[in-house]
């Protein structure tokens, strides 16, 4: 069985050979501390750590070439900096703080969308029938996907996630409230674009499978009411995914971490498979999901702080934990977001031993 329908036979609930052995991503200090307990040095990222480890590529390194956002891309440039941090500007008018020694995430102070008219003067950068969207290596990279026989797949920035992304996660929330007119300007345009920016990749039969991230929920609770999902966001999901199947998508999941509790209702309703990568923290265990959820698909689900906290020990505890769901098909288990510094080489070692036979 190859890479391609192994990932799609086991998160449709078909019978697979074994299940994928793939993780989300890495911290770049997470792979430094491991070159100080024996990780090769020619390792660098999650693409040579899956090539170290004998994994399947995940699904999460290597995106089909095509853009889904603001295009041209805006060009970035540095205002000011420290010998610690940046601060970078971008063409359409965002701001942004970032330190110049450790990864982190960016501290955004001002964003490119905070009125109608700024939305209106991105417009013209929002056309998903701008032929530039698709990489000049599009076909080439396509016929390579087709020869390793590896999943295909697209990361579509859903509704919530490209309203934050313009105007920034509390600036986008208030919106909501205060200025309804522009936030329909935003979902309907995520519309538009779904529904014609992979057309070429259709004609083909080129996508296998599509991701929504959106990342709209915190430890607790999603960051929008159920009530707003319901009435302004599932028909506009459903429209989407109707023309992702149409187009040959065979598998759809959203990408959202956090208490994902309220969003679960409305994932089939909108069209959609499945969610991950399923927070153990937030209180998003694959093991009561899938009790409350048994027609969902779930990635992740894998705690992180067990591995951190008690090494080895919590690995068996983890995958004794999981056990009873991974053999009810649809559901593919990681670390439940990039692995930590925090997780020593030695235990992270110890779990892909585990993990392979685990997974058969």
């Known amino acids: 069985m190859t890479q391609r329908e192994r990932y799609i036979k086991c998160l449709t609930?078909?019978?697979?050979?074994?299940?994928?052995?793939?993780?989300?991503?890495?911290?770049p200090e997470t792979i430094a501390r491991?070159?100080?307990e024996g990780l090769d040095g020619s390792v660098t990222d999650l693409?040579?750590?899956?090539?170290r480890f004998g994994m399947d590529k995940s699904f999460n390194m290597d995106w089909m070439p095509i853009n889904c956002g603001v295009y041209p891309p805006p060009d970035w440039h540095t205002e000011t900096q420290t010998?610690?941090?940046?601060?970078i500007a971008d063409s359409i008018g965002n701001r942004l703080k970032r330190g110049k020694k450790n990864a982190s995430i960016p501290q955004f102070y001002k964003f490119a969308v905070e009125t109608e008219a700024d939305f209106e003067k991105i417009t013209p950068m929002l056309d998903p029938n701008e032929p530039g969207r698709y990489a000049d290596h599009f076909e080439s990279d396509l016929l390579r996907r087709e020869t390793d026989a590896e999943p295909r797949g697209v990361n579509f920035t859903g509704l919530f996630g490209f309203g934050r992304d313009l105007m920034g996660l509390e600036n986008f929330c208030i919106a909501i409230y205060d200025d309804p007119g522009l936030v329909e300007k935003i979902l309907d345009?995520?519309?538009e674009m779904a529904a014609d920016l992979y057309r070429r990749a259709f004609k083909t039969q080129a996508i296998d499978y599509v991701q929504i991230w959106e990342d709209m929920a915190y430890k607790t609770a999603p960051l929008v009411s159920p009530e707003f999902m319901e009435k302004h966001m599932v028909p506009r999901y459903k429209q989407m995914?109707?023309?992702?199947?149409?187009?040959?998508a065979k598998l759809i999941?959203?990408?959202?971490?956090?208490?994902i509790d309220k969003i679960m209702p409305l994932l089939k309703p909108g069209g959609m498979d499945g969610i991950y990568p399923c927070e153990i923290a937030a209180g998003s265990d694959p093991v009561r999901l899938r009790k409350e959820y048994p027609h969902l698909a779930l990635k992740g689900g894998i705690d992180k702080r067990k591995f951190s906290s008690e090494g080895t020990a919590g690995v068996k505890e983890e995958i004794k934990r999981l056990a009873p769901i991974l053999k009810d098909g649809a559901f593919i288990p990681y670390i439940d977001h990039f692995i930590p510094p925090d997780i020593s080489y030695g235990t992270f070692c110890y779990y892909m031993d585990a993990k392979k036979e685990w997974l058969g």
């Open 253 to 259: 999941m959203m990408d959202c971490d956090g208490c």
């Open 241 to 248: 995914t109707d023309c992702f199947r149409a187009g040959g």
């Open 189 to 191: 345009s995520r519309v």
């Open 83 to 87: 010998d610690e941090w940046e601060i």
């Open 34 to 36: 491991w070159h100080t």
């Open 47 to 51: 693409h040579s750590l899956h090539k």
């Open 13 to 27: 609930f078909q019978k697979v050979d074994r299940i994928p052995n793939m993780e989300l991503g890495v911290w």
